[in-house]
């Protein structure tokens, strides 16, 4: 059973840094691209950044382009995404998710459970 | 980037309604279009994957098409267990995946 376990969201004022923390088991890991995706309360979803299976390539939604960055260490099977100088406008709940290809060019088929990152003095 | 525009915004059927939601991309995107349930509460559901490639477990009444710019979620007979939001998404290419803003679904 594939499960994914945020961790590593709270309360941060704004210009702060975050790192959140994805671990996953019940798939081989490496084979497979990884995202984060964001809902602010009562919103939809928007896609933040995606990272291929092997590492190689990541890539991020303009909105957090230079201030967050995702990362995966497929030897502990764990997706990371550090975020930097925080706005408001990041608060949401962030998931984890998995796509059904080592490529990013994928749908996803498994998300987190989500956890809720909160920017504010 | 490539804009998903979903309509309607919201819509209310009957138990057993036809329901169709239709999603249009900014340039075309081939068939990299994906269409995921939320329910109150809970996490997204792929529903659709490839524009009409149904995923495991999902009920046969959804079915999905289109190609290009157009494309629509399908709801053959509505069913209570699916009030939801719906959104579609393109993944066509990196970093330009976008969902749509949503289709909030009700029971009449």
């Known amino acids: 059973e594939v499960q994914l376990l945020e961790s590593g969201g709270g309360l941060v004022q704004p210009g702060g840094s975050l790192r959140l923390s994805c671990a996953a088991s019940?798939?081989?890991?490496?084979?497979?691209?990884m995202s984060w995706v964001r809902q602010a309360p009562g919103k939809g979803l928007e896609w933040v950044s995606s990272i291929s299976g092997s590492g190689g390539s990541a890539y991020y939604a303009d909105s957090v382009k230079g201030r967050f960055t995702v990362s995966r260490d497929n030897s502990k099977n764990t997706l990371s995404l550090q975020m930097n100088s925080l706005r408001a406008e990041d608060t949401a709940v962030y998931y984890c998710?998995?796509?059904?290809?080592?490529?990013?060019?994928?749908?996803?088929?498994?998300w987190g459970q989500g956890t809720l990152v909160t920017v504010s003095s | 980037d490539i804009q998903m525009s979903q309509s309607p915004s919201s819509l209310s059927a009957s138990v057993g309604d036809r329901v169709t939601v239709t999603c249009r991309a900014s340039q075309g995107i081939s068939n990299y279009l994906a269409w995921y349930q939320q329910k109150p509460g809970k996490v997204p559901k792929l529903l659709i994957y490839?524009?009409?490639t149904l995923q495991s477990g999902v009920p046969s009444r959804f079915s999905g098409s289109g190609s290009g710019t157009d494309f629509t979620l399908t709801i053959s007979s509505l069913q209570p267990e699916d009030v939801a939001t719906y959104y579609c998404q393109n993944y066509n290419s990196a970093p330009s995946i976008t969902f749509g803003q949503g289709t909030r679904l009700e029971i009449k």
């Open positions: 490839a524009a009409s």
């Open positions: 019940g798939f081989t890991f490496s084979s497979y691209a």
């Open positions: 998710a998995k796509l059904r290809s080592m490529d990013v060019v994928a749908a996803t088929n498994y």
